[in-house]
């Protein structure tokens, strides 16, 4: 889907009105069903862990009666059983589950690419007949879609869903021949609204974090810091605790200059160099660290 940066583009986009569907902040899966055979495949293609998605083989038929072969596209989330609300994206993770026991492991599946005979890809909302049944694991995300003619109607969706803290909405034409509103791989005919998007970003989350690392670059900027450790204090822990990776952005000025502004030690990703103020990951281990993170300023 294309970025939407405003809903005046929106609007201008899809003239006839336009079906919204919540953008759930999930982890992404393709489930592909052939008989009683379930697999299950992230973004990149790749093998979903067993624990997060084994149990949905009890529930899909039940959601999609008759679907002998098909191919699914949804989001995999962690809902907490009492508010009914999602819970944090990274939370489906062995061990930050474990902190959620009240809490299932459900399946949004917002499209259906494939479904017993071969048609277009299309989206399912538009050119199929919904299935009518669901569980309490399985959630058809374009099941009630919302359908909107007008900028505020618009603007409002898009202040509740901010307000409730989910990712986002898909955009999509409300003319169901419509150019705009069919799937077609690698086009991009439906629209993306999330926060960080409008505004020029302004909405955005913002965090002031500090230089906890760096690692050596690749290609042209090997053998050169150019990807920096960022984290912050965690008074309870009494520890630096790493956020994030930052890295782009900088022309070859700024990180030749970076070189040498930022105190840096070398330790080479070895584990015995990592300092006791540093609570760290050890796949996130760093080849330098600063000396004094108080002191740190990028």
Not at 14 to 25: F, R, S
Not at 39 to 49: A, G, M, W
Not at 172 to 200: C, M, Q, T
Request: aromatic share 12%; glycine share 8%; hydrophobic share 40%.
């Amino acid at each position: 889907a294309e970025a939407c940066k405003s809903i005046e583009y929106a609007m201008k986009k899809c003239p006839n009105g336009m079906y919204a569907e919540i953008k759930y902040d999930g982890e992404r899966v393709q489930v592909h069903k052939n008989g009683d055979h379930f697999s299950y495949f992230s973004r990149s293609l790749k093998p979903v862990l067993p624990h997060k998605v084994a149990h949905f083989k009890d529930f899909i038929p039940q959601a999609f009666p008759g679907g002998q072969s098909m191919i699914l596209d949804s989001e995999v989330l962690l809902i907490d059983n009492k508010t009914g609300k999602p819970l944090p994206f990274g939370t489906l993770g062995v061990h930050k589950k474990a902190a959620f026991q009240d809490a299932n492991v459900c399946l949004f599946v917002f499209d259906c690419i494939y479904f017993n005979d071969p048609f277009p890809f299309c989206t399912l909302l538009l050119q199929m007949e919904n299935p009518t049944s669901t569980t309490s694991f399985i959630y058809l995300a374009y099941r009630n879609p919302f359908l909107f003619q007008k900028a505020s109607d618009l603007a409002d969706m898009i202040t509740r869903v901010i307000r409730e803290g989910l990712e986002g909405l898909v955009l999509k034409d409300i003319k169901a021949g419509s150019h705009s509103g069919n799937y077609e791989p690698g086009k991009r005919h439906w629209l993306k609204v999330k926060k960080d998007y409008l505004n020029e970003g302004a909405m955005a989350d913002t965090a002031d974090l500090v230089v906890l690392g760096a690692f050596y670059g690749q290609g042209s900027k090997g053998g050169m810091m150019s990807i920096f450790l960022m984290g912050c204090y965690d008074p309870k822990s009494e520890k630096w605790c790493t956020v994030t990776k930052c890295a782009g952005g900088h022309d070859d000025a700024t990180l030749a200059r970076l070189q040498t502004e930022l105190d840096m030690v070398k330790i080479s990703k070895d584990p015995s160099k990592i300092p006791s103020w540093l609570k760290i990951n050890k796949i996130y281990y760093p080849d330098f660290i600063v000396p004094d993170p108080k002191v740190s300023v990028f």
